[in-house]
């Protein structure tokens, strides 16, 4: 029960703070100019969840089009975060050309020894994202990533998918 409650609280928050604007810097993930990017550059946050007695890591990608886009929208998701999650510490922001090829595979949404959120554009305005979290036993990580998945179904036209680990 304490398990469900921990990720309920987190769940609902992600939720709360996306639905309100208060996760301005996910949705830029998911948004920028029209056309196709040919030369990515990722984004990488990394943040720290303390709740109940247990820290739970969360890692969001998103493929951005330039430096400059992709250091603002970062730039603007760290403020938010810290500001609407008083149990969250930013521990990387981070633009990048290339990541490491087991990041690399959260785009080709290919299973990894985790359960993670994809995103994939359904339009030219949105941003394709991965959503990550460290911390909980396989069947918690499936139910948060169940419940991130159906909250943000509400403002992201793409689809949205969790990838499930394979048995390792």
């Not at 603007?76 to 510490?89: F, N, S, T």
């Not at 087991?102 to 941003?127: C, I, M, N, V, W």
Request: aromatic residues 8%.
């Amino acid at each position: 029960m304490y398990k469900l409650i921990v990720i309920a609280l987190l769940a609902g928050g992600l939720y709360y703070s996306y639905e309100n604007g208060h996760l301005e810097g996910l949705g830029d993930f998911m948004s920028a100019d029209s056309g196709e990017i040919q030369n990515p550059v990722y984004a990488r946050l990394s943040v720290d969840i303390r709740a109940e007695g247990r820290e739970i890591e969360g890692i969001a990608f998103g493929r951005m089009r330039s430096q400059a886009e992709c250091e603002q929208r970062t730039q603007q998701e760290m403020r938010d975060m810290i500001r609407q999650c008083p149990q969250c510490e930013v521990s990387e922001a981070t633009c990048t050309d290339s990541l490491a090829a087991r990041e690399l595979a959260y785009f080709e949404q290919r299973p990894t020894h985790l359960t993670y959120l994809y995103g994939s554009p359904g339009s030219r305005d949105e941003r394709e994202f991965a959503m990550i979290f460290w911390g909980l036993t396989v069947d918690e990580a499936r139910m948060l990533c169940a419940m991130v998945e159906q909250g943000l179904s509400r403002e992201y036209s793409g689809e949205l998918s969790c990838i499930r680990e394979h048995d390792v």
